[in-house]
């Protein structure tokens, strides 16, 4: 009975106060897809701007599975997490073998690179209406609360738990409206803080709002602690040419470009960096100038706090370029995909070649 109340509750809700959104305009399969990757850690406002982009650029999955990377790559550039990109990318590839549609049924798109449960889920009940709980951390917020579970919604017991309840609960006429409407809920109403509970439209059917203990849930485990790290940046001008590297290693940022790095355990002053080996490679023997020294700027990654700072120096010329590292002429500098902050370095400093 509470079920289907909720539901009823849920969707009347959803109706009137859903976003207008240019992928729940055209819920195509490709639209679902390339929207619900984009917004998994980004915020709705940023994701349209990327999402329309994406639909301009490649208008449907042949055309991505054609692009080079190096293209989707630049498009997606800002975006951050860009594992994302690479798998969209591969799995539009992959989905030759399929005339370059998604297969519809949530096993077979989990097949997918970088599809998981969640995606699988919301593709699968949005563009072909099976009824599967697409369950993201918006979802389980609300189900953690609606149902006053006190296990760890990280835990495997409390992940079970949520899974069998957002099965139970979904709306199988209507599932893709149902999902949505959830997660919506968690966007907007039953949020991590400042939650709306009195406008909430299942708040009298919410244990953890009857029992006041809203503030107190979802409960989690606490995990990996963040590390920080400090990079060093060389900036090698070379009159027309900076020197750059595409990172290859299974580090962060793969398959992006940055420069010459000095990557040091602590704050390293202007003295140390001069004395380190790298440094020392890269000058001893030519005329370096140093035209300018940033402050440490911070970047903030999931578990890594960066501490970035960038070395500019003229270099009238180099002898000896490790091969791994690339001249690259100015005026392309800005094609390259590279990390948010080293785009921003390249703005404020070349913008006006
Ligand atoms: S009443 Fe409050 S806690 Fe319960 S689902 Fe609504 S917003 Fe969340």
């Not at 940022?253 to 790095?261: I, R, V």
């Amino acid at each position: 009975m509470k079920t289907l109340e909720f539901r009823k509750k849920i969707l009347s809700w959803y109706s009137k106060n859903r976003r207008e959104l240019p992928w729940r305009d055209n819920p195509a399969p490709y639209n679902v897809w390339l929207s619900e990757i984009i917004l998994q850690q980004t915020r709705v406002s940023q994701g349209i701007i990327y999402f329309n982009s994406f639909i301009e650029k490649f208008p449907d999955i042949k055309s991505l599975a054609h692009a080079n990377e190096q293209e989707v790559l630049k498009l997606w550039q800002g975006l951050g997490y860009y594992s994302r990109a690479r798998n969209l990318h591969a799995a539009a590839k992959q989905l030759s073998a399929n005339n370059y549609q998604l297969p519809s049924s949530y096993k077979s798109l989990l097949k997918l690179k970088g599809v998981g449960p969640y995606t699988a889920a919301a593709i699968a009940s949005i563009a072909f209406k099976e009824p599967v709980a697409a369950v993201d951390g918006n979802v389980m917020r609300v189900i953690s609360r609606f149902y006053g579970i006190n296990d760890p919604v990280n835990s495997t017991k409390g992940k079970k738990l949520i899974d069998m309840l957002s099965g139970e609960l979904i709306d199988t006429e209507n599932p893709g409206d149902f999902n949505q409407a959830m997660m919506e809920l968690g966007a907007t109403v039953c949020t991590p803080k400042n939650y709306k509970c009195p406008i909430c439209p299942v708040n009298s059917l919410c244990i953890a709002f009857s029992a006041n203990i809203v503030h107190e849930l979802p409960k989690k485990i606490k995990r990996k602690k963040t590390i920080t790290r400090y990079f060093n940046y060389l900036v090698i001008d070379l009159g027309n040419s900076l020197i750059m590297k595409k990172r290859y290693n299974n580090d962060i940022w793969k398959n992006l470009y940055d420069f010459p790095l000095i990557e040091t355990s602590a704050y390293a002053d202007e003295t140390a960096i001069f004395n380190n080996p790298i440094w020392k490679s890269w000058f001893s023997g030519s005329q370096a100038t140093i035209l300018n020294v940033t402050d440490y700027k911070k970047h903030l990654l999931t578990h890594q706090v960066l501490m970035v700072r960038f070395y500019h120096i003229s270099v009238p010329q180099l002898k000896n370029i490790p091969p791994e590292f690339h001249k690259t002429d100015k005026i392309d500098i800005f094609d390259l995909p590279v990390p948010k902050i080293i785009e921003c370095f390249l703005s404020e400093s070349f913008s006006k070649i």
